[in-house]
C-alpha cells in the first residue's frame, strides 16, 4: 500500500523581480518534495536561498508563480476556502513571535481555537492551561507579551499554534530573534514536539537541533533543493560541492 | 527635588506676567474705545428664571443644547463613515478604492461652507430634509473624510506580522480586523481622532448659517439685541473651550486607563 504524503509539493516556482523590473529571481526554483507525517524536516542554506519563502507558500502567507502545493488532500489554489482549510490543519511559529500585543497569553492561544474551531469557552480554557504546561510557562497565563521574556514569547506562539491542533508545524527561524540564553528553552519545546510525533517543517541555521531532532533535511541554495538527505547521511557525506562549502562554514 | 520647585516657580511667574499682559491689553483697548462692559447681563443669557419663578436655561445654553447635540451625532455617525471609507480605501475591490478616493479628495479639497450649502440649499430640497438633518449630514461627511485618513493611517502602522499570525491560525480577514487589526489600531488613532472631535465641534460652528440656533448663532442674535458684542463672544468662546478641553481630559483619561505593557 503506498503512503500519501502529508505535504505533497510539485514543481513549485516564485520569482521577485528587482526594483527596476531588469533582473528576474528566482525565490524558490522547481522545488518538488513529498513529506510525510511525522518527518522533522530541517530546511538549511545560505541566507538568501528560499528557505523561509518556500516556508511561507506551504500555508499560502506567499502567493507562488507556479506548480503545486497539496496538504492533507486539499490543494492550496485560488479557492479562498482551501486555503483557510490549509491554515486550520499548519501551524507556523515567526522569528519575530508575533503574538497580539493587546491581549492576555491566554487569550492569544484560545482566540483560534473559539473563532476558527468554534469550541466552547470551557473547552477553549482546557487546551490554554494544558498548553501552557507543555511549554512550561503556566503562571503567565493573565500576562500580556510585552512583559515576557523572548524566551517565554515564542513559547507561547508555539503554544498559540499548537492550540489549533494542527497537523503539520512550520517553524520559520523561530530561534534568530532570541538571545542566546533563551534559545535552548525553545528548542527544548520543539525537540519534545518532534519526539511526542509532530510532523515539521523546520527553518533553522541551529544544526545541533537539525542533527538531534531531524528525520530529513533539504538543503537550499538559490530557490532551487540541493541535497535532500537523510540528516546523518547529510552531515557525514554532503554530495553537492555548495553543500560542504555551506556546511563547512556552520559546523 | 529643589531644582523642579524652582522651575515650577519660575514658569508660574512667567505665566501670571502673561496673563497680566494680556488683560493689560484688553483693558487699554477697551478704554480706547469706551466699552462700557456689562457683564452682569451675561448670566441671565445662561440662566433665566421663566415665567412660574422656576430656573431654566437661558438663550446661550439652549444654543449649546443644540451645538452638543449636532456636534455628538454627527461625531458618532463621522467615526462610522471614517470606519467605512478606511476599510473600503483598504480592500482589494477596485470598485471601492475608486468610490472612497473620490468621496475623499471631494470632501478635503473643497470649503466646509460650501458642502454645507450644498446640502443645504441643493440637496435637503430635494429630499426634503430639515435643516437640522443637512447640518448633521454636512458635518459628518467632512469630519469623516479625515476620520478615514487617520484610520487608514493607524491601521497600515500594524506590523504585517499581526496579519500574518493571525492568518496562519486560519482565522478570516474579518475576524482578524475584529479581534487582532482594529482594537490595536484604536489605541493608536484614539489621541489624533480626539483632535478631529475638537476640531469637529468648532467647525459646528458654521451650522449658525443655514438658520440652525447653535451655541453660535443664539450669540450671534443676542449681541444683536443688545450690543454686548464682547461679553457675549467670550462667553460663548469660554463654552466652546470647555467643551473641547473636556472631551481631551476625558479621552487622555481613557487612554491611561487602557494602555498595557509593550
Known sequence: MLIEPIISVNNLNKYFFSPDKSLKIDAVKNVTVDIFQGEVVVVIGPSGAGKSTFLRCLNGLEDFDSGTIVIDKIPLDHHHKNRLEIRKEVGMVFQSFNLFPHMTVGKNISLAVRRVRKKSVSECDKITVDLLEKVGITDKIDSYPGQLSGGQQQRVAIARALAMNPKVMLFDEATSALDPEMISEVLDVMKNLAKDGMTMVVVTHEMGFAREAGSRILFMDNGEIVEDRKVEDFFLDPIEDRSKAFLSKVL | ?262
Open chain 2, 1 to 262: 527635588m529643589i531644582f523642579v520647585r524652582k522651575a515650577v516657580f519660575i514658569d508660574s511667574i512667567k505665566y501670571i506676567l502673561f496673563l497680566s499682559f494680556i488683560v493689560f491689553i484688553l483693558t487699554v483697548s477697551s478704554s480706547n474705545m469706551n466699552y462700557n462692559w456689562q457683564w452682569y447681563r451675561v448670566p441671565g443669557y445662561i440662566f433665566t428664571y421663566s415665567a412660574d419663578g422656576s430656573l431654566e436655561a437661558g438663550r446661550l445654553l439652549k444654543g449649546l443644547g443644540v451645538t452638543v447635540r449636532i456636534s455628538a451625532i454627527s461625531l458618532v455617525l463621522a467615526f462610522i463613515i471614517g470606519m467605512i471609507t478606511a476599510l473600503l480605501r483598504l480592500s482589494s475591490s477596485f470598485a471601492a478604492r475608486v468610490v472612497s478616493r473620490i468621496y475623499l479628495e471631494l470632501i478635503r479639497n473643497t470649503p466646509l461652507l460650501i458642502q454645507l450649502f450644498v446640502i443645504y440649499f441643493v440637496i435637503s430640497p430635494v429630499f426634503n430634509i430639515s435643516p437640522f438633518v443637512s447640518a448633521i449630514l454636512a458635518l459628518s461627511l467632512f469630519e469623516g473624510a479625515y476620520a478615514s485618513e487617520i484610520i487608514r493611517g493607524g491601521i497600515n502602522a500594524i506590523p504585517k506580522g499581526q496579519w500574518e499570525s493571525a492568518y496562519s491560525l486560519g482565522m478570516s480577514s474579518i475576524d482578524t480586523y475584529r479581534y487582532i487589526i482594529l482594537p490595536q489600531t484604536f489605541k493608536q488613532v484614539l489621541p489624533p481622532l480626539t483632535g478631529q472631535a475638537v476640531s469637529l465641534i468648532k467647525d459646528s460652528a458654521l451650522v449658525s448659517t443655514i438658520a440652525i440656533f447653535d451655541l453660535t448663532m443664539a450669540g450671534q442674535a443676542i449681541i444683536s439685541e443688545t450690543f454686548l458684542t464682547f461679553e457675549i463672544w467670550f462667553t460663548v468662546a469660554l463654552i466652546y473651550l470647555l467643551m473641547t478641553i473636556s472631551i481631551s481630559t476625558f479621552v487622555h483619561y481613557l487612554e491611561k486607563r487602557n494602555s498595557y505593557a509593550h
